[in-house]
C-alpha cells in the first residue's frame, strides 16, 4: 500500500543546531513528495516538493529536503534552528496522476533556548 | 500567490445545528478541492475530495448525508456538517489544487475548529 511514513512523532532540538526530521514512503514509483508546516490552530503551509530531477530539493523558511531513491526516504533539513521554528510537520506523498495525497502523522518540532 | 481562505475560522453552536464551511481559492482557479478533519495530535483525514461542477467523491467511512460539499465554482466550496452532534467537533481544513496533475501541491486554508455544546 502506498504510504508516508515519519518514525519520529516528537523531536527536541536547541536553537541554533541543526534539524533533520525523517520520512520514508513506500510507492511503487517515484512519487511526488511534499513537507507542510503547521503551527498551532492553523492550516498547513508547503515547504517544499520533489517531483523530479534534481535529488536536494530547496524550500522556504531555509529548509531543504533530500529524495534518496535507494533508502525510500525524504528528510527535511534545517543547518540551524530558530525558536519561530517550533511547529508540527508533515511528509506527504502522492503517485503520478493520482490526486490523493498521503500524510504522514507528524513529527512535533520543539525548540529550546 | 496560491492562497486559500478559509471562513469562519471558529464554530461554537448547539447540539443539532447545521454549520455551512467556506473555502475559497483567492488568486487562483481550483479545479479540486479536498476537506480533511483532524483530531487532537493526528493527522489529516481526507474526507471527500470535490471536484468543480461534479458530485464530490468521500471517503470510506464518511457519511455523505452528515457531510454535504458543494464545488460551485472554480474559487468555492463549501462543506456543511448537517444536524451537528458533539461527536462532530474537530478541527475541518480544506485544500484547493490548481490542477489535475499530481505533482500539483495542496494549498491549505488556516482551518475551521468546529466545536458541538
Known amino acids: 500500500a502506498q504510504s508516508v511514513t515519519q518514525p519520529d512523532i516528537h523531536i527536541t532540538v536547541s536553537e541554533g543546531a541543526s534539524l533533520e526530521l525523517r520520512c520514508n514512503y513506500s510507492?511503487?514509483?517515484?512519487?511526488?513528495l511534499f513537507w507542510y508546516v503547521q503551527s498551532p490552530g492553523q492550516g498547513l503551509q508547503l515547504l517544499l516538493k520533489?517531483?523530479?530531477?534534481?535529488?536536494l530539493v530547496q524550500g522556504i523558511k531555509g529548509f531543504e529536503a533530500e529524495f534518496k531513491r535507494s533508502q525510500s526516504s525524504f528528510n527535511l533539513r534545517k543547518p540551524s534552528v530558530h525558536w519561530s521554528d517550533a511547529a508540527e510537520y508533515f511528509c506527504?506523498?502522492?503517485?503520478?496522476?493520482?490526486?490523493?495525497?498521503?500524510f504522514g502523522i507528524g513529527t512535533k518540532l520543539q525548540v529550546i533556548p | 500567490g496560491a492562497v486559500v481562505s478559509q471562513h469562519p475560522s471558529r464554530v461554537i453552536c448547539k447540539s443539532g445545528t447545521s454549520v455551512k464551511i467556506e473555502c475559497r481559492s483567492l488568486?487562483?482557479?481550483?479545479?479540486?478541492m479536498f476537506w480533511y478533519r483532524q483530531f487532537p495530535k493526528q493527522s489529516l483525514m481526507l474526507m471527500a475530495t470535490?471536484?468543480?461542477?461534479?458530485?464530490?467523491?468521500?471517503e470510506q467511512g464518511v457519511e455523505k448525508d452528515k457531510f454535504l460539499i458543494n464545488h460551485a465554482s472554480l474559487t468555492l466550496s463549501t462543506l456543511t456538517v448537517t444536524s451537528a452532534h458533539p461527536e462532530d467537533s474537530s478541527f475541518y481544513i480544506c485544500?484547493?489544487?490548481?490542477?489535475?496533475?499530481?505533482?500539483?501541491?495542496?494549498?491549505f486554508g488556516d482551518g475551521t475548529r468546529l466545536s458541538i455544546l
Open positions: 470535490s471536484n468543480e461542477g461534479s458530485k464530490a467523491t468521500y
Open positions: 485544500s484547493a489544487k490548481e490542477g489535475q496533475a499530481g505533482n500539483q501541491p495542496q494549498h
Open positions: 488568486d487562483f482557479q481550483a479545479t479540486t
Open positions: 506527504a506523498g502522492s503517485s503520478g496522476g493520482y490526486q490523493k495525497v498521503t
Open positions: 520533489y517531483f523530479s530531477g534534481d535529488t
Open positions: 510507492y511503487g514509483a517515484t512519487p511526488y
